[in-house]
């Protein structure tokens, strides 16, 4: 009886990739300015000044390189991709809520 076994595990880790860093980092930098400028408007009862504006518009600015850097690390090859999914989960969410926020603003 000859038995072979297909099952290979590899035990070399495959290091992470080099703009995924980038990309959580400004994920997370997008999230404390997304806070910071949610907890301005109530504060202020949204009556808030310029300040809340120019925080919500760089949360933005953040979550969007975010999203282009986890988008772009999917590029290098043999990588491992697992900070990039989850700073495009986190970049992708804020800006949904952004855009989400601004059409009802518009509406109202």
């Known amino acids: 009886m000859e038995t072979t076994n297909n099952n290979k595990i590899s035990y070399v880790r495959k ?56 988008c772009i690390s999917f590029l290098e090859q043999e990588k491992n991709y697992i900070l990039a999914k989850a700073g495009i989960g986190v970049s992708g969410l804020i800006v949904i809520l952004w855009f989400v926020l601004i059409l009802i603003g518009l509406r109202g």
């Open 15 to 70: 290091p992470l990739a080099r703009r995924s860093f980038m990309s959580v980092g400004l994920a997370a930098a997008g999230l404390v300015l997304f806070a910071a400028g949610i907890w301005m408007g109530v504060r202020y009862q949204g009556q808030a000044p310029l300040n809340a504006a120019a925080v919500g518009f760089s949360s933005l600015l953040f979550s969007l390189v975010g999203l282009w850097y986890g």
